[in-house]
């Protein structure tokens, strides 16, 4: 059957992760699971997305499974007790230097564990919002994507100065930058959402 088949290339995707060290376990895959990893992958190839469930119901796994199936790499925001709101903007600055100038697909995972301050959500919501952050590059950092950006640009049809150059490496942040947010429902969900609306945009709910 469909479902079947479904079935089958899902673990044998899980299997090569595994072979590559990108997960440590495998899942048993019931037919709703499927459903759900078929729903955030959909979601995934149109934009971000929100995944909402109870904690241990594997919506992490599932969310990094649906990734994988629409070719991405996955990363995770996992902070330590000292990390602080300009570690988290390091973090997302580096991805988007794999996406702009590596042409690497990207799933970053936001997870409850990663919101250890409330003020996380800003740059989180910023990218939601616009795909790009403010202040997030030094002059060095735009220096080298000026630089990495000229042939690209010219190859496009466009000038190569510092600015059209920027523009466009942010393009393709935006086109192959995704995060994905699995969060758990209660109170806390409801009131980031109410502050941040966008983040309910695209929501697969488990």
Same mark, same amino acid.
């Given at each position: 059957t469909k479902m079947d088949g479904l079935?089958?290339?899902?673990?044998?995707?899980?299997?090569?992760?595994?072979h590559e060290g990108k997960t440590q376990a495998a899942l048993t895959l019931f037919d709703v699971s499927i459903h759900h990893v078929?729903?955030?992958?959909?979601?995934?190839?149109l934009g971000h997305a929100l995944v909402v469930g109870e904690g241990g119901n594997g919506k992490r796994s599932l969310t990094k499974l649906a990734a994988?199936?629409?070719?991405?790499v996955v990363?995770?925001? +996992?902070?330590?007790a000292k990390y602080q709101i300009e570690d988290l903007r390091?973090?997302?600055r580096e991805v988007y230097m794999k996406v702009g100038l590596r042409d690497e697909l990207i799933a970053l995972l936001v997870s409850d564990a990663t919101l250890i301050d409330e003020s996380f959500l800003v740059p989180i919501s910023e990218i939601l919002s616009t795909g790009d952050?403010?202040?997030?590059?030094?002059?060095?950092?735009v220096e080298t994507?000026? +630089?990495?950006?000229?042939n690209y640009a010219k190859d496009c049809g466009h000038e190569s100065d510092r600015d059209t150059c920027l523009r466009l490496f942010k393009e393709k942040v935006r086109k192959s930058l995704r995060l994905a947010l699995c969060l758990?429902?209660?109170?806390?969900?409801?009131?980031?959402?109410?502050?941040?609306?966008?983040?309910?945009?695209?929501?697969s709910e488990l």
């Open positions: 079935k089958s290339r899902l673990e044998t995707l899980m299997a090569q992760s595994l078929v729903k955030i992958a959909r979601l995934l190839r994988w199936v629409q070719g991405y990363c995770s925001l +996992d902070p330590s390091n973090e997302i952050m403010r202040n997030l590059f030094s002059p060095e950092d994507i000026h +630089d990495n950006m000229k758990t429902p209660g109170n806390k969900l409801r009131q980031r959402a109410a502050r941040f609306p966008r983040s309910e945009e695209h929501t």
